[in-house]
Every structure is written in C-alpha cells, then in structure tokens.
C-alpha cells in the first residue's frame, strides 16, 4: 500500500509568516521520503467541526503550484476541487498549467462541494445538490474535452463553451488522473465508473467502504468498465510517534478490499517533523502490505 499526505491544518505556531516553510518543508520531506501523493485542501473557509472559519486556509490551487517548484516527484492534487468554485474551462486550465510546471504530475481531484457557508459568504453561487452533480458531470466531460484534440464546442445544460482550446496541452498522455471524491451510491460511484482513474472513499470503516467498493463494482459492470483499472484510496488518521499496529492491522484490511492509498493528514505543530517520522516510522511497514 501506498501513502499520501494531506496538508489540511494551517492553524500553525507562528502564524501567516510560518506558513511558507511550514507547507514548503512538509513538501520536501514527503518527496525525499517515499510519498506517492500530497494534496490540500479546496476551500476558502476552514472547515467548520474541524477548527472555524476563521482560522487560516490557503487556496489549494496556489498551494499546489508552490508545492511543485519544491518537489519533483510526488503527485500533486486537491482533495478534492468543489466543482462550483471555478469555471470548469478554467479550471482545465489550472490543472493544465500545473502539469507542465510540476513535469507531469497533476491530477483532477473533484467533487461535487458541501460547504455552504464559504460560497454564501463569497458570493459564490451554491445551487441544490442535484444541479451540483450536473455540474460535475459536465465538468469531468470539459476537462476531458479539453485535453483531446477536440477544440470544438461544447453544448451543455449548465456550461457552454465555444471553443475548447488548451494550449499549452497537459504533459501527460493521454490527460492527467481524474480522481472523484466521494461515497454516493447512484451518482457518484456511477460517475467514477464511467469517467475517473481513482476514487477517494473517506475510511469510515472497512465495512463501510467494503459495501461502497460493491457498488462501485455493480456500476462497472453495468458500464462495461474495468473495475480493477480504478484506483482505491481512502483518508485515515495515525501518530507515528505512538502505537502504530492498530493503524496497520486495519490497513491490512484496507489493502484486502483492493485499497491501494491512504492519505493522512500531519499533526500540528510540525508538519515536517511528522511527514519524516511517518516516511521512516510507517511507510516502510505500509509498503509491504497488499
């Protein structure tokens, strides 16, 4: 199994000037130490339940870009874009933008949104839920439009392009890695059948995401896709510096589904120091399960 690490905690010792190192050192260590994938967040907010809106958040966009002038191997992605928060044309763009500097590393992380409060405050349109999963669907067909050699229009319900140019395309072929963030059963789940090369399905528990790979696979078959040629990932919590067997005993279960990542989120007050403990502590252990 493969690990990667999700930098979601900017309520750090010294405030807005630690940042930079704080994100930057954090970076590094995941790439010297073996990480398959660091991601941040997609919010304007902090997310409430987890600290308060008013506590430090980063545009995720911005971080991946500084991230990948740091870096030169781990794979960069948001976990995951809300899909109402940039045009989708734009949104090609940004990812497009972030493969050519990062020497083809970007994935297309993308959702559907949640956080009301954000998009409320901002100004930003949040339509009902249903109209959000139109939204990613077409979304998901723009951005694989765009990174074709089709630069025709594309008619939708909810966006209209006239033309899909991207120039520079993405270094890699044929597109960057689409991964869909998510557990619904009837939309998301389908879309992940029918569109993405990984799925994010937030460790609940092992039945949990037994019964979501289920259906995930009944929507393969109906598609006529290979369910094996989707990447499984899930998020989990663990402390390097303790008792590490309970996190792998369930990792082992994890991997026995099909599980091929899981992302974790650093311990404040030193991502840094907890990214080098992880890569020496549990990687290794990690690496030989599946």
Known sequence: MRAGIHFMN????????????AVGDAAVAADEGGISLFTAMDHWFQMEGF?????????????LSFVAAKTQRVRLS???????????????????????????????G??????????RALG???????????????????????????EGPYEGKHYQLAETICVPPPLQSPRPPILIGGGGEKKTLRMVAQYADACNLF????DAVAHKLDVLRGHCDRLGR???AIEK?????????????????????????????VEVAPLPPDPARFVTSFTEKVLPRLSEIG
């Open 226 to 228: 290979d369910y094996d």
């Open 51 to 63: 600290a308060t809106a008013r506590d430090p958040m980063l545009e995720g966009y911005t971080v």
């Open 124 to 150: 930003v349109p949040f339509p009902p839920l249903a109209e959000r999963f139109e939204r990613l669907e077409e979304a998901i067909q723009i951005c694989e439009q765009m990174w074709s050699d089709d």
């Open 233 to 261: 990932t899930i998020t989990a919590r663990v402390n390097p510096d303790e008792d590490i067997s309970p996190f792998l005993k369930e990792m082992e279960q994890y991997a026995a589904l099909g599980v091929q990542l």
């Open 110 to 119: 993308i959702g559907a949104a949640w956080y009301e409060r954000e998009h």
């Open 78 to 108: 948001l976990m995951v874009t809300g899909v109402t928060y940039r045009h989708p044309g734009l949104l090609a763009k940004t990812v497009t933008s972030l493969d050519v500097l990062s020497g083809g590393r970007a994935m297309l």
């Open 10 to 21: 900017f309520t750090l010792p010294g405030g807005p000037a630690s940042l930079r190192d």
């Open 203 to 206: 460790g609940s528990s092992v």
